[in-house]
């Protein structure tokens, strides 16, 4: 490629920034004042047209703009200080699905501890928790079981970046203490879990996935971890994603398939999907900016829960998008991710983008008669990969008694919205373009951060602004087409993906079938805003319905 020198100066000079594009550039450009011909150049970036006059009014304003970039970029902005600015998904008008708090599960079934120990490897949540509270099993022999099982695979699926045995092994005994003495927390009292590693856990490292953070350690505990541990649970190990929450590549390697080791988990939650569909975790917790949950549970075959964006605190987690961000569990069944949402979820004062909302969730229901469920008929309509599984769910809820109402999206350019998360990605990690540390990444195509994160710069911050008060518009259109509906349904991967993590609709991802190859597919039931409770009654009616989630891969390798 043959790089036009006087192009590329007018355009480092207007944003402030220095690259090293080959070996014309050999000083920093941005101390170049910006002339009327710069401006000229520059137009070509912003898709706008300014007279000779015009831009030679422009041009004082725009070097003192590039004076202040200077003074910022000396202030220290590590990825934990979020701005001062909270995006806010409540459309005008809006009242929570959930009128008041209640949580109840379905009948406990009496279990029994397996002949088989390596059975234990795919019970649920609530499986595990009878035969801990029954004391059939400690919570120490299950940590240990969990932990080997992760070591004896993670060699061929390189879904752990770190172990934390230790505190894992003397967490799980408190829990056997506390148990003995008769205080037992509740269901996840003394369960092992994961979490993907970008949430902070002030004893190991948080790597992010990628080489520029791979020996960092932050001095605090998530929300998330808190409240797990608060409620019994007991992590050990730091899941993989891919880096920076990109794809299923970290600096260990590729994270797989359970069902198929030549291909990748997905991501970027792609070691918290990939342990719990290899029977290596009971659950684990995730992050979903823009379809991270969905797609590695998609490839996995497991049960993936995105909630309404505020419902689950940040704190402590690595920002990509300040106003996409959105954590969850990914487990086995529908009611596992009922169990974790309802101790992670709730409103937090370290997190100011958390909302307080009710949650009612009731496991025991039978029928999905009453319920209005929505689906996006065009969706449906056209020729995709899983369309005779999604026909077939969609008949199955017929069957359960729900009524099908179509649906259409709102007719907005929707995928013009997206470059908002490239805008907030390029700012939450401006210091490695700045560095010059984005060149250690391990993905350096086109379509992987470093590229992001360099053309992320040039999104003016007018633009930034207009995309958002179309999102507003998006908001409150999408809200005024779900009403009298109680949740909807639509294929895993379709515009509603991009969509709802606009809007911040949640989601639940779970098997509907497998594919001519025998991988997992997957549907999506979509629930109204901050209407997760009849979203997961719904969605585990389905699953009770077929045994999808209850398949698993046989691993031999």
């Known amino acids: 490629m043959k790089y036009n020198n006087r192009k590329y100066a007018a355009i480092f000079a207007i944003s402030g920034l220095s690259f090293v594009l080959g070996s014309f550039v050999t000083a920093r450009l941005q101390t170049a004042p910006v002339t009327v011909d710069i401006i000229k150049q520059a137009e070509k970036i912003i898709g706008m047209d300014f007279t000779g006059p015009q831009a030679d009014s422009m041009v004082s304003n725009l070097n003192q703009f590039n004076t202040s970039y200077e003074n910022l970029r000396k202030l220290d902005l590590p990825n934990s200080v979020v701005p001062a600015l909270n995006f806010n998904p409540i459309p005008a008008g809006f009242t929570f699905p959930d009128g008041k708090n209640g949580f109840k599960l379905a009948k406990n079934e009496k279990v029994t501890l397996p002949a088989n120990r390596d ?332 590229n992001t994160f360099r053309s992320a710069q040039f999104i003016p911050a007018v633009e930034y602004i207009q995309a958002n008060r179309a999102r507003t518009l998006l908001i409150q259109n999408w809200y005024e087409k779900l009403k009298g509906l109680d949740l909807y349904i639509t294929p895993s991967f379709s515009t509603n993906l991009s969509m709802t993590n606009l809007t911040g609709n949640p989601c639940v991802v779970l098997p509907n079938g497998f594919n001519a190859k025998g991988r997992p597919t997957s549907i999506t039931f979509m629930g109204q805003l901050f209407g997760e409770g009849k979203l997961l009654q719904a969605a585990k009616l389905y699953q009770d319905a077929t045994d999808f989630n209850k398949k698993h891969p046989s691993i031999n390798f």
């Open 119 to 450: 059975d234990l490897a795919f019970y649920s949540i609530r499986q595990l928790a009878g035969l801990i509270r029954t004391k059939q099993i400690s919570s120490v022999e299950l940590t240990q079981f969990f932990i080997a099982r992760l070591k004896k695979y993670n060699g061929k699926l390189l879904n752990v970046i770190t172990f934390t045995e230790e505190h894992a092994l003397k967490k799980a005994a408190e829990a056997d203490a506390e148990i003995k003495d008769g205080h037992y927390r509740g269901i996840l009292h003394g369960i092992p879990f994961g979490v993907k590693d970008l949430l902070a856990q002030k004893d190991y490292k948080t790597t992010f996935g990628a080489p520029p953070y791979k020996d960092q350690q932050l001095a605090i505990d998530a929300t998330v971890v808190t409240r797990l541990e608060d409620a019994g649970a007991i992590l050990v190990a730091k899941t993989s994603l891919g880096e920076l929450a990109q794809g299923d590549v970290w600096f260990g390697g590729k994270t797989k398939n359970p069902w198929d080791i030549t291909r990748g988990s997905s991501g970027s939650s792609a070691g918290s999907s990939s342990a719990v569909s290899a029977g290596c975790l009971p659950f684990a917790i995730g992050s979903e900016t823009l379809g991270s949950i969905v797609s590695p549970s998609n490839e996995c075959g497991v049960t993936g829960l995105r909630p309404s964006f505020g419902r689950v605190s940040k704190y402590g987690a690595m920002a990509l998008s300040w106003s996409m961000d959105k954590l969850g569990p990914i487990a086995r069944s529908v009611e596992d991710l009922a169990i974790v949402f309802n101790v992670i979820q709730g409103a937090d004062p370290n997190d100011l983008s958390t909302i307080s909302a009710p949650f009612n969730y009731d496991g025991r229901i039978k029928s999905l008669t009453g319920y209005k469920i929505g689906y996006v008929k065009a969706d449906f309509d056209r020729k995709y990969a899983n369309h005779a599984n999604d026909s077939v769910t969609l008949a199955k809820l017929k069957e359960l008694g729900a009524e099908l109402v179509p649906i259409e999206y709102p007719k907005m350019p929707i995928g013009s919205m997206t470059f908002l998360l490239d805008a907030e990605a390029g700012a939450a990690f401006q210091d490695l373009v700045l560095s010059h540390k984005d060149d250690q990444l391990v993905q350096q195509n086109k379509g992987a951060w470093p």
